[in-house]
Nanobody
């Protein structure tokens, strides 16, 4: 069974940085989408950034130029480097992965429903002004 475990969340002042990590256990798919999502209280979950088998990435508009998604293939760890954090970035951040499902272009960023079927428990990020 695939398991995902996030870490690296915490409290930071506006303008600061955090790096989130997601360790992925027992993941053997050779083609995939992986992503970071976030959800703030009272708001819907939203996608933050995606990365696919070939290292292609996509970002939400609010994440462009501030956040970077990356993956250490050898260690099976997904990262999200977040710089210039703003109070509106406060949310619980989740990593997710597909079970061998992948598509070209922006498929990973705008997939069919329920394509991301492996989820972590989330890590809280709080940005104070």
């Amino acid at each position: 069974e695939v398991q995902l475990a996030e870490s690296g969340g915490g409290s930071v002042q506006a303008g600061g940085s955090l790096r989130l990590s997601c360790t992925i256990y027992r993941y053997t798919f050779t083609k995939f989408c992986m992503a970071w999502f976030r959800q703030a209280p009272g708001k819907e979950r939203e996608i933050v950034a995606t990365i696919d088998t070939y290292g292609d990435t996509n970002y939400a508009d609010f994440a462009k130029d501030r956040f970077t998604i990356s993956r250490d293939n050898a260690k099976n760890i997904l990262y999200l480097q977040m710089n210039s954090l703003k109070p509106e970035d406060s949310a619980k951040y989740y990593c997710a992965a597909t079970s061998g499902v992948w598509g070209s272009g922006d498929y990973c960023y705008s997939p069919p429903p329920d394509v991301y079927d492996n989820w972590g428990q989330g890590t809280q990020v709080t940005v104070s002004s």
